[in-house]
């Protein structure tokens, strides 16, 4: 295996935020209380027992002033990132949402956008809802997406997409397939 590409576990993620959040000299209550959350919810995080969702590692990067390759690069940063298809190279990394995300280009820690493949299956499905700063852009590659934007619902078949200012609630509202592939971009 090419750990070049190898994405972090939830300890690495922890250990990267927790060590971001002491360079800048902030406790766990101040950086939780920006994002909204309880201390608890950030220790455990930082602890490698919960694997975020990306709204909330967004929250976070945005509290510390970096963005989510920001929280989980190895400091391998780079201009050109060529993320090579091979399986055995890469993994998925399970959410406290429930579904999985493979972040693209994490060699590439300060870029305007961050492309994240995400796939959900059914059962996967919570009610959560998500809100950020940003815009976000969806495209479905397999399966289809039931997907809401405030009070609007929208039904994603492979090539459709959707574009959203991501501060405007949002959630996965449905999974009409044995599970949906969806390369999520937001900044």
Do not use: W
Not at 116 to 145: A, C, M, Q, W, Y
Request: with cysteine; proline share 6%.
């Amino acid at each position: 295996m090419n750990d070049r590409h190898k994405l972090p576990d939830s300890q690495t993620i922890g250990r990267h935020i927790r060590k971001l959040r002491k360079l800048q000299h902030r406790t766990l209550q101040d950086v939780a209380d920006n994002c909204g959350f309880t201390k608890s919810l950030l220790s455990k995080i930082e602890g490698g027992k919960v694997v975020p969702p990306v709204a909330t590692l967004i929250k976070i990067a945005s509290a510390l002033h970096t963005n989510i390759s920001g929280l989980i690069a190895e400091g391998n940063s780079r201009d050109c990132v060529f993320v090579p298809a091979a399986k055995e190279e890469r993994s998925p990394v399970p959410t406290e949402s429930g579904y999985s995300i493979l972040p693209l280009a994490v060699e590439m820690p300060h870029k305007k956008m961050q492309p994240v493949l995400i796939t959900v299956r059914p059962e996967e499905l919570n009610d959560k809802i998500h809100s950020h700063e940003g815009e976000e852009l969806i495209f479905v590659l397999e399966g289809i997406l039931e997907f809401q934007v405030d009070d609007q619902r929208y039904v994603l078949n492979p090539g459709d997409s959707i574009f959203f200012n991501s501060i405007i609630e949002h959630r996965i509202t449905g999974v009409h397939s044995e599970y949906v592939k969806f390369l999520d971009i937001f900044n």
